[in-house]
Structure formats: C-alpha cells, structure tokens
C-alpha cells in the first residue's frame, strides 16, 4: 500500500510554504479560502495614517490584501513575499513587488515611513530575525503595525484547533502552534531596535461573521477585544 502523503488533506503539514502557490487563485475571492486576510487588512489600514509621497513595505504582502486600502493615501507600496505567484497579484494591483525573505529584505536601511508585518510574525521561524529587519527598515520616526496570533493555549485552540475545521475560514495547516508568537518577546525585541509597541486584541464581529458565512455579506469587520490572548494588533514608531 502507497504510505500517505504527509501533505495529504488528513495530515496537512504545519506552515507549508507551497500552500500559498498551490492555492493561489484564492487570494482575491471575497469567499475563498482566504477571506480572514481581507478582513485583517482593511482592520491593518486603520491603522496607517495618509501620507504624501511616503513609502509603505509591507512584509509578507501576498497577493497584495492591503492595496484597495491604501489607494489614493499617499503611499508607494512595496510588497515582498516570497511567493512568486502571489507577488505577480500584488504587482497586479499596483504594489512594487520584491521577492525576499522577511528576515533578509533586500531594501535598504530607514527606506520605508510605514512597515507593515500581516499576518507573518507566526510563520517565521525566527521572530528576532524578523523584527530586526523590519525595524531597519524603517526610517526614524517611522511606523511599525503588526497583526499577528498570540502563542497561547487559548489561542492554539480557537486559531488551529477550531478554525482551521470551519469550512472556508482557514486553510488546514496553515499554522504551526510552536510558531505563534509570544507577546512579551516581540515586544522587547521591536523595544531593543527601538519601537515601544501599543497592543490591542481584535476579532471578528460575530453578526458579520454569521451573516457572510449563510451568503448575505462580502465582508466582516474586526472589532477590538480586551485580551490579546488571541489574535492582536501591536503599532509603535521608531525612536528618533
């Protein structure tokens, strides 16, 4: 008998990069698999100030989620990811597409007003990586905005354990509980690069939430919640 694939739908292996290539024409469906990231960056956008002829990274910007929100705010959005097939969507959508790794960007120092790190922080294996290149990137002054899921047990449950099961809200496999990320830690360490972090915990409304899953919505809002246990939002900028 041919040994099952750990790749098979009953054993999805944890944060597979080749996820986000083999499921690339979801990127952009408002009800595809991919839905939450659309949700997460309109409740990122809120949280970016409109500039003039200021320049935005957005670490990890897949198919470029961030770029309806940003239109007409004074931005030039550079996107790096390390999807080829994601970075050809955002590019699609007007982002200045990189091909790189979060923890070795291929932009220069203090190059960017804003970064912005989505829904990466529990993907990378190396969080101090991470945010030191992050942090450098930006320019004194600049703004950090970061969503990420908290590395609780509340949270692997809710996240992995119960959200990865409902149909069209999360991808099986998507995440690897040892990834997710420990306040505290990111906290010190964008602090050790300069950038003191303000945290909030978000989700998702639940009367949106009901309404798109039974087909009557498009969207759903994200509402701030009194614990970060779960899934949060941390911005701060970097010391002068």
Not at 86 to 113: E, K, N
Not at 198 to 220: C, H, K, M, N, Q
Request: proline share 6%.
């Amino acid at each position: 008998m041919r040994r099952q694939s750990e790749s098979s739908p009953r054993r999805p292996v944890p944060n597979d990069p080749g996820l986000y290539e083999r499921l690339a024409g979801e990127w952009w469906r408002p009800r595809g698999v991919f839905a939450m990231l659309h949700w997460l960056a309109a409740a990122r956008a809120e949280l970016i100030p409109p500039a003039r002829g200021a320049v935005l990274v957005d670490l990890g910007c897949g198919a470029g989620l961030l770029a309806p929100h940003l239109e007409g705010r004074g931005y030039a959005h550079v996107g790096v990811d390390r999807s080829a097939a994601a970075l050809r969507q955002a590019a699609s959508h007007g982002v200045h597409s990189v091909l790189g790794d979060v923890c070795a960007v291929p932009l220069a120092d203090g190059c960017a007003d804003v970064v912005v790190a989505g829904e990466i922080l529990e993907h990378v294996p190396d969080l101090a990586g991470a945010v030191a290149e992050a942090c450098r990137l930006l320019r004194p002054g600049g703004l950090l905005v970061v969503d990420t899921l908290a590395a609780t047990m509340l949270c692997r449950w809710l996240a992995i354990g119960l959200a990865e099961r409902i149909p069209r809200y999360a991808v099986r496999g998507v995440h690897d509980p040892a990834l997710l990320v420990d306040r505290d830690a990111l906290v010190a360490e964008c602090a050790r690069h300069g950038v003191e972090l303000t945290l909030r915990g978000i989700r998702p409304s639940v009367a949106d939430f009901l309404r798109w899953a039974a087909g009557r919505g498009e969207s759903v809002r994200m509402l701030p919640v009194a614990t970060t246990a779960v899934l949060f939002q941390a911005w701060g900028r970097k010391r002068v």
